[in-house]
């Protein structure tokens, strides 16, 4: 592999920590306004790409760091801190290696126990919050209901 550019070499390191070109770029030194083209253009050139393989191959995770992530997960979920809960999932999953994009379930049940396993995960007043904003003239009805009964 060619020896990178001081500037290359900085987009590769914070590629692979952040996933995003342009701010790689930025962190890099590149300027603002190119930061998105610069992110792209390096992207494609063969040398960024062996060495972010070659950073990839590095990494050897400390099990403090797992560790910690799992603590940070569950506390979030005792808290109902959904957001902060699904942020320790995902970085425990780049942690562990899993950074292959996830198509997602492929058929109905697979597809209702990932929305199961989200329910869990935010807790039960931010599911009820959500099915509210989706569907607020199911809820509607029932407040009306409830209004109705509570002035008999």
Do not use: W
Not at 88 to 109: C, F, I, K, M
Not at 130 to 139: A, I, N, R, V
């Amino acid at each position: 592999m060619a020896k990178l550019k001081e500037k290359q070499e900085l987009f590769c390191q914070n590629y692979f920590i952040t996933h995003n070109a342009t701010k790689a770029a930025q962190a890099a030194g590149y300027s603002e306004q190119s930061a998105y083209n610069q992110g792209y253009r390096l992207l494609k050139q063969p040398d960024i790409q062996d060495r972010l393989k070659e950073l990839e191959s590095e990494v050897s995770t400390d099990l403090d760091v797992i560790t910690e992530l799992e603590q940070q997960y569950e506390a979030a979920k005792l808290t109902g801190s959904g957001q902060v809960a699904l942020k320790a999932l995902e970085l425990l999953s780049r942690v562990r290696g899993n950074n292959q994009e996830d198509e997602g379930p492929t058929d109905l049940e697979g597809l209702e126990e990932s929305i199961k396993h989200s329910f869990q995960t935010i807790g039960k007043e931010k599911v009820y919050e959500l099915l509210m904003q989706t569907f607020p003239e199911d809820f509607d009805d029932e407040e009306e209901e409830d209004n109705v009964d509570a002035d008999s």
